[in-house]
């Protein structure tokens, strides 16, 4: 079992539709973090948290570190928000495990 | 600032050749990263460096080596590629907060995509 599992794999929605990916791990953490990918293109940080919620614009990230549970949200979705979603968490010091990443499709 | 570099950014090897990927940073960030993405999997660690003249292995390091001559240039190194070894490459690099600790975030590079024949 992987110790970072992202839900779901894919996801297709119409522009406007509210999105949600979820990310449960099982190991203990330092953060936990939100990047994004967009197709051909290099890996970008949206979030980095321990702990409550962040907001950035359209995109909202919680933490329930009890439950080992984080959510993605994006608000009014565009087709520019079309890319895979990663979550990562700290373990130790400074490494990164991976999730397998959801790849989200907005459609207009 | 350019941030995190890496060249190439494509490359095609045959089976048994060699190559040397570079990461470049300009950030003086102290740590760096080399991972590997495969399709249906997560990104891995293959080695990291937590200083100049340092490095340590990753997750996957079987066939790759490394090396870490500049705080700003982390080098990955195929030896005698495989195809296995097929993949996206990104190298990412993080700052410390004080002398014993990293930041948690790290800057990735555009990625190189490698596929050996």
């Known amino acids: 079992k992987n110790e970072v599992e992202q839900s779901p794999q894919n996801l297709t929605a119409q522009e406007g539709e509210f999105i949600t990916i979820n990310c449960s791990y099982s190991v203990g953490i330092s953060a936990l973090h939100w990047l994004q990918q967009h197709p051909g293109g290099g890996i970008v940080s949206l979030f980095m948290l321990s702990s409550g919620k962040k907001k950035h614009g359209r995109l909202i990230a919680t933490i329930n570190i009890q439950e080992k549970h984080s959510s993605l949200h994006i608000t009014a979705s565009h087709p520019r928000d079309s890319a895979v979603y990663i979550c990562?968490?700290?373990?130790?010091?400074?490494?990164?495990?991976f999730g397998q990443g959801t790849r989200l499709t907005i459609n207009p | 600032n350019a941030g995190v570099t890496q060249t190439p950014k494509f490359r095609v090897l045959k089976t048994g050749q060699s190559m040397t990927l570079l990461c470049a940073q300009d950030m003086n960030h102290e740590y760096m990263y080399w991972y590997r993405q495969d399709p249906g999997m997560g990104l891995r660690l293959i080695h990291y460096?937590?200083?100049?003249?340092?490095?340590a292995k990753g997750e996957v390091p079987d066939g790759y080596n490394v090396s870490r001559l500049k705080k700003q240039n982390f080098l990955l190194g195929l030896e005698s590629a495989a195809p296995s070894q097929t993949s996206v490459y990104f190298c990412a690099s993080s700052y410390s907060i004080n002398s014993v600790t990293p930041s948690y975030e790290q800057y990735f590079g555009p990625g190189t995509r490698l596929t050996v024949t």
């Open positions: 990562a968490v700290t373990k130790g010091a400074q490494k990164l495990v």
């Open positions: 460096s937590v200083g100049e003249g340092t490095t």
